[in-house]
């Protein structure tokens, strides 16, 4: 890929970032609420989520689907509950095992909620079965536009075998195209609100 083509891909990027990010916004506070518990109930009938022993998670911020109950779903079913913490210097994220939301999370660079630095921390990649990955855009087939700092690609690259990749979004979030580079990550699946 030449320069010239690898900027016209990030700047596509950009304006795919602002345009989805600004409808999302857009959705009233109780829509959004509406629409995460509808979501959280597509994820928990899924066959990938039932059978996998652990989950790893994010606490979602701003406008993004609210990841809180699938996450205490998990914690009150025995799952083993993984939630990363971004290491700004290195440019990666790690991976904690999280017990107590209440007691294990402290805001993080960006003000996200992540696990305390004293959370027992996982180091192994195949330990990683189930993963719900965020992202600001989806494509139906799994294409996926991140926020841009390509924390999540470099996790997923790592992890073998490849885990189950799903994402969670509001349908608005779906888009017909992403423009992809051979560094950017597809998911498994994309769960709306919408049934189907």
Known sequence: ??????????????????TVKARRDALPPAVRAEYSMRITQRLLRLDSYRATPSVLAYMSFGSEF???????HALANGKQ????RVDQAARALTVHVVQDLAGDLQPGPWGILEPRPDCTQKLQVYDFKWILVPGLAFTPNGDRLGYGAGYYDRLIAQCTPKPALVAAAFALQVVDDIPMTAD?????????ELPG
């Not at 030449?2 to 990030?10: L, M, N």
């Not at 609210?66 to 205490?72: C, F, K, N, S, W």
């Open 66 to 72: 609210d990841t809180r109950a699938l996450i205490e």
């Open 184 to 192: 950017d990550r597809r998911v498994d699946c994309v769960v709306t």
């Open 81 to 84: 509950v993984l939630l990363p």
């Open 1 to 18: 890929m030449t320069p010239a083509e690898s900027q016209s891909i990030r700047d596509a990027k950009a304006v795919l970032r602002a």
